[in-house]
């Protein structure tokens, strides 16, 4: 007895365990987590990223940039003032003195020649100033030749002041640039970036919508065959407790081995139907599980699979087009590519416009020419405005300026075509929505005419004036009944849905 005992509390706790790892989910809960686990919503998240980087980068536009430059260039030659000729002559001009020098020298050595030639006429003793005269001319070539070479080397140092030794050059600057008037370039990039982000954004919803809406369809596929299921489980109970009466009447010799068989027949039918629900249910909760990121062998429960009856609030459909127009995320991209490119046009157009820049920096080199060629860095403040004014492409901007339009053009047809899909679509759900309903009311009317007639055939049966074969008919109007109703409240809820994602409210 201790055993026994023993054995039913380890069964009942394993039982609690397998309850509690299953994990219940509502309708919600599964949107939000299909919403986090699915990667086509993270692609969105990160293009909407992009698009407001994108749109603050243009917003940088409208500043002044600044910007730094460095060079460093080696050349093979030097720059030259002077020529070779010139060169030569101011490194020997000393040299190239020294005859006219020397003509200096004879000129004055004959001037003193006739003077010591006159004053011997006049008596004066020549001896002295002979003497003098030596000397003289002596001093003379001296000073001549210190002369030569002092002029060869002021000609030299003119020669190396004039070398620029340009082989190497160091060169910077920072600019400053501010817009001034782009042709309206810079206003027409700001507008794309903003109709890009709304884009951008519209673009989620589309998917957010597309992810919702597939979410709630394996949703209800899995409550309709979980209910399915209950109901071929409820049919191959009742079907079999028919086959266990129809065996007892045939020993009892009131039926036919044949009645037998065919209900025998029905048993097996009812199996396989059972088998190929059980087979659907599993298949769709792995589906189900991967959509919303959970292990495709997890064990989960839906909040509204076990429910008795499924909690079904019939809606009045009202055509509202203009709804669907006003809220339809895709209309909302087509018309953001409608004026995307008009911008996009408005873009080319500024090419063909003047367009006006301040501009303004520092500049530094070495060498520089600041004062003189000076081997060591110098600079300069500058601003300026700047000024560009197209003359001649070709056409080329023009015909830009056309295939922009030709491309507005398109997306304009693009978006009444969708347009008139999208009221073609409202049309459509409001119909099935109306359908669904009508569809639900006559399967209610009908499941409770199968109920009364498998009543009275069991009453009939037990009474033994109706035959097998009117129970198992009445038991297979039952079971068509029981999937209609389960089918018509399955349609209802997924016909809502679809009116909802039409009229761009499914959130």
Known sequence: MKRILAFGLCLLAIGS????????????????MALRNNKQMGVQQLKQDIAVNLRKSARTKYLPHVSAIGSYQFTSEEI????????????NLGTNAAPALSGLGTGVQNFMGQMGTMLGQLGVPTENFQQMAGQMQQSMQQTSTNMAGLLDSEGQKIVDAFRTDTRHIFAGSVLVTQPVFMGGGIVALNKLADLNEAFASNSADVRRQATIYSTDQTYWQVVSLKHKKRLAESYLELIKKFDHDVQLMIKEGVATRSEGLSVSVKVNEAEMTLQRVDDGLVLSKMLLCQMIGLPMDEQITLADEDVENLAVVTLQPQLDVEQAVGNRPELKMLDNVVDMTKQTTNILKAANLPQVALMGGYAVSNPNVLNGFEKKFGGFWNVGVLVRVPLWN?????????????????????LEEAREKIELQVNQNTYKVDEANKRLAMAQTGIERANENLRTANLGFKEGVISPTVVMEAQTAWLQAETQLIDAQIAVKLSQVDLQKALGTLY
Do not use: F, H, P
């Open 394 to 414: 070709w056409g080329d901007v023009a015909y830009k300026v056309r295939a922009s339009k030709g491309a507005t053009a398109i997306a304009n047809l693009e």
């Open 17 to 32: 365990q397998t309850v509690e790892a299953q994990t219940i989910l509502s309708l919600d809960s599964c949107r939000a």
């Open 80 to 91: 030259s003032i002077l020529n070779n000729e010139q060169k030569s002559r101011l490194s």
